[in-house]
């Protein structure tokens, strides 16, 4: 027999000592050993001692549950590339200037001489006329006494007297703030030259109209001061009435619309605005209500005989632009280029508008001579009255008790002659 094998057993008690020396023996004692029985049965295994159980974690706490993130904000759109530069629009043509054909060589002085022939006669006239007359109508007692007199008895001299005051410091305050915003250079235009004119005209008034030079005026003595005012004051009222009425009508009628079509040309509105502000308005408009509220109110006359003195102070004013537009080559008015061929006949239909508004100033001084009556006229040296009709009227108006000294002398009369003042002294009443 083949030598035993004892099979793998795995029981527990195999594993014990004598089992261990009998299973030698046998091995030793060849195939004489007995057999073990094949098949025993398999003694039951010790239950495996119990495992102690882990001890369970501690409770997790049960998690609040996730704040819902806040999603990211979806990103932009990545910018479109740029588009190529390209050169700004092109801004409007400025406006062109006159064709070189339009400017001629003989236009300038051609135009100069237009306007010192003008200056000459105008002065000559207004020197002829009057010095015919010895200058009664400035240097005159009764020009003395108009330069504080009312139109009216209605009016009173107080009333005058505030009139004259608010628009010389309104006017004032507006020609100060004017130079000191654009400095000298303001003395380019025409119309500064009247403002300056007009503004001295209101303060000579007012210093006329005070109670002092009044008593002076109606009871005497006058100086040669007082004298001098007055004249200077009927001098400044020639010029600012007529000239107010040019420089309105040229201003509305010719500068404004030529501003408002460049404005709309070219989209620049600066010289717009500037012609629609309160100094443009006040210079431009206001200037004419002011000159006509005082030769409403006061008793001074405008004399036909003295256009030639007007025609003067606007040739005056076109010989400095056109030598300040020689010299600096801006010509202030777009209309008083003297290059231009046309500049001679401009130069010419402005004298024809300024005597058209010198006429209709003369017009509405008869219709004034006419309310004032004639006594009041001769009395006040505005004598429209011939030399028979002259020393009746004072006399009428001396009879009247007026607050006025009548002449003291011949020549003190006016236009009266030495016989006639001394006839009507005469027929003064003696108790008188």
């Known amino acids: ?45 010790p239950p495996p001692p119990p495992s102690p159980d882990p001890p369970s974690p501690p409770p997790v ?57 003008q200056l000459s006669l105008g002065l000559s006239h207004f020197w002829w006329v009057n010095a015919r007359s010895g200058w009664m ?9 108009a330069a504080s007199a009312t139109s009216s008895s209605c009016v009173s001299e107080r009333a005058l007297l505030l009139v004259r005051t608010a628009i010389f410091l309104w006017c004032f305050g507006l020609l100060t703030y004017s130079s000191f915003y654009e400095g000298p250079n303001c003395l380019r235009f025409f119309t500064v030259w009247n403002f300056i004119a007009l503004t001295a005209f209101f303060g000579l008034g007012t210093a006329l109209s005070c109670s002092c030079c009044r008593h002076l005026a109606e009871h005497g003595p006058v100086t040669p001061d007082h004298r001098i005012a007055a004249a200077t004051h009927k001098v400044l009222l020639e010029l600012n009435l007529p000239m107010s009425v040019l420089i309105a009508v040229v201003v509305w009628l010719v500068i404004y619309p030529n501003d408002a079509a460049i404005a709309e040309r070219t989209g620049d509105t600066t010289e717009l605005r500037r012609d629609l502000s309160l100094t443009s308005l006040s210079m431009h408009g206001a200037n004419v209500l002011f000159m006509s509220l005082e030769f409403f109110l006061d008793a001074l006359l405008v004399a036909p005989r003295h256009l030639g003195l007007v025609v003067s102070w606007a040739m005056l004013y076109g010989l400095f632009n056109g030598l300040q537009a020689y010299w600096t080559g801006d010509a202030v008015y777009f209309f008083m280029d003297f290059t231009v061929k046309t500049s001679p006949l401009i130069g010419a239909g402005l004298t024809l508008v300024l005597c058209a508004a010198y006429a209709a100033v003369c017009v509405l001084s008869a219709l004034k001579r006419r309310l004032l009556g004639p006594a009041r006229c001769a009395l006040l040296g505005e004598g ?21 000294k009548p002449p003291r002398s011949a020549a003190d009369a006016g236009s009266a002659s030495p016989s006639h003042a001394t006839a009507s002294l005469q027929r003064t009443s003696p108790k008188r």
């Open 61 to 117: 706490p049960p998690s609040p549950p996730p704040c819902p993130s806040p999603s990211p904000p979806p990103f932009p759109p990545p910018p479109s590339p740029p588009p190529p530069l390209s050169p700004p629009p092109p801004s409007p043509p400025p406006p062109s200037p006159p064709p070189p054909w339009e400017h001629t060589e003989w236009a300038r002085p051609a135009t100069f001489a237009l306007i010192a022939a």
């Open 137 to 145: 109508a400035f240097r005159s007692e009764g020009a003395v006494r």
């Open 384 to 404: 429209h009255a011939s030399d028979d009709e002259a020393p009746a009227a004072r006399y009428a108006l001396w009879s009247e008790d007026l607050p006025l």
């Open 1 to 45: 027999a083949a030598t035993f094998a004892p099979p793998v057993l795995s029981h527990a008690w195999t594993r014990t000592p004598g089992f261990a020396r009998l299973a030698k023996a046998r091995m030793g004692a060849g195939s004489s050993a007995p057999a073990l029985p094949p098949s025993l049965p398999p003694l039951p295994s």
